[in-house]
Nanobody, 126 residues
Framework: VQLEESGGCSVQAGGPLRLYCTVS????????LAWFRQRPGKEREAVAG??????????TYADSVEGLFTISQNRDNNTIFLQMNSLKPEDTASYYC???????????????????WGRGTQVTVS
């Protein structure tokens, strides 16, 4: 699976931003995708995850972004979105898309369980 993030830029605090993750390759029927971020000097952390085989998809968020960020996918299931609202300077980070070929459950927050990663897109909030 190949992943490519886009949409990152510099924004003012309080504003919205939408990130995109283009998914290509054989995602099969059991794919779990997630957004992670890595803030300066910090470890990579989970932001939002979506498990696609269920209807509707099973979605989960980190506590720090619950109610502020929304993960979704397009009808063709080849793009994953991360809508970020009310951005704060502490949301400044490189944002990454990750994929795993099976259900992750509560382990979805662990970067090590994902086999495929994009190169990231930078978001700067000031």
């Amino acid at each position: 699976v190949q992943l490519e993030e886009s949409g990152g830029c510099s924004v003012q605090a309080g504003g919205p931003l939408r990130l995109y993750c283009t998914v290509s390759g054989d995602t099969g029927a059991g794919y779990c995708l997630a957004w992670f971020r890595q803030r300066p000097g910090k470890e990579r952390e989970a932001v939002a995850g979506i498990y696609r085989p269920t209807h509707p998809p099973q979605i989960t968020y980190a506590d720090s972004v619950e109610g502020l960020f929304t993960i979704s996918q397009n009808r063709d299931n080849n793009t994953i979105f991360l809508q970020m609202n009310s951005l704060k300077p502490e949301d400044t980070a490189s944002y990454y898309c990750a994929a795993r070929d099976r259900y992750a459950g509560s382990a979805w927050v662990r970067p090590s369980i994902y086999a495929d990663w994009g190169r990231g897109t930078q978001v700067t909030v000031s």
